[in-house]
């Protein structure tokens, strides 16, 4: 099956790093937790101004999501500076980011990977992922699969789904180290294991054919499950035959059909499901349609109640400041 390699944008797909939960410390960082964005930025100036790095680093979020004030990717960089310069492994981060993606300063790739080194150093695994990202495709750094390989190992290794995912695919491919089936196996899984689809579609590919492990189709068919639910198109496709095979789980049409349909609005065609859809009574279609249409709607019941709860996440590129 192919996969996608590595192939993720460096301002706006990096894997959230957060520092360690020590709000109670911090009368900033418990304003902003509480939603008190207003509070929180000038109980951080405060904080910044006694010599607090942290504080820099709290501010600079409020700016750039624009928390309670305009959003203003250039006080965010300013503010992201300042901590940056005291030694704030997430100011650094933050602050590549924004070079990185020329927000609120000017664009620059060889900036943008000298912070993102320096965070990286001090073990923050987006910051570690995304110097991956640079030497892999040459793009701020010269064009280096081996240190890709370090530097990606690294973000893997400090709990990075997606850096465990893509550390897969370089053991699968050999790109910066030996091809190795069972640790390209290895690392997919744990990533799997974090809850990423792609990565469960993968793993769920390998168990099922005995790539790298050992051969396990009913833990494979669970984890397209859960892709599937989750979303994935290819991982609605691959439980969609399950069903029409009768392979794990029971033959059941009605069942294919709706994750064949589900995965067919997303784009993944199949011209074998086609002729078994084609070839459904007319109230087992009408079933599977109805089928269909309660898992959208509980899909969008699931993604506005996950909205309403996360009003203070940060999109991705981005990452919750450290409470100090």
Request: glycine letters at 10%; proline letters at 4%; one cysteine or more.
């Amino acid at each position: 099956m192919r996969r996608l390699f590595a192939g993720v944008l460096i301002a706006s797909a990096c894997i959230l790093a957060s520092g360690p939960a020590r709000a109670a410390e911090s009368p900033s960082y418990i304003a902003f937790a509480e939603g008190k964005y207003l509070t929180a930025l000038d109980l951080a100036q405060k904080e910044a101004e006694a010599g607090s790095k942290e504080a820099y680093t709290l501010m600079g979020e409020i700016h750039a999501e624009g928390l309670g004030v305009p959003q203003d990717y250039a006080k965010a960089a300013d503010a992201y500076a300042k901590g940056a310069d005291l030694g704030d492994p997430n100011a650094q981060f933050s602050l590549g980011l924004l070079v990185a993606s020329g927000r609120g300063v000017r664009k620059d790739l060889t900036i943008a990977g000298d912070l993102f080194e320096r965070a990286a150093k001090a073990g923050n695994a987006a910051a570690q992922y995304n110097v991956a990202l640079l030497y892999l495709h040459g793009r701020g750094r010269p064009a280096d699969e081996i240190k890709a390989a370090e530097w990606m190992q690294k973000a893997a290794t400090h709990g990075s789904p997606q850096a465990q995912y893509d550390l897969g695919a370089f053991y699968q491919f050999g790109r910066g180290v030996p091809i190795d089936k069972q640790k390209a196996a290895e690392w997919t899984g744990r990533a799997a294991d974090a809850g990423l689809p792609a990565a469960q579609v993968e793993y769920g590919v390998m168990l099922f054919n005995g790539r790298g492990v050992e051969k396990d189709e009913k833990r494979a068919a669970t984890l397209f499950r859960q892709a599937a639910e989750n979303g994935n198109p290819v991982a609605q496709n691959r439980l969609a035959r399950l069903y029409a095979n009768g392979v794990v789980f029971e033959g059941d049409a009605i069942q294919a059909a709706k994750w064949h349909l589900i995965a067919r609005q997303a784009g993944v065609s199949d011209f074998t499901l086609d002729i078994m859809l084609s070839r459904l009574a007319p109230e087992q279609r009408v079933e599977a349609e109805r089928l269909v249409d309660g898992w959208e709607a509980g899909r969008l019941t699931d993604d506005a109640s996950d909205g309403q709860a996360a009003v203070d996440t940060q999109p991705a590129g981005q990452q919750a400041p450290s409470r100090p």
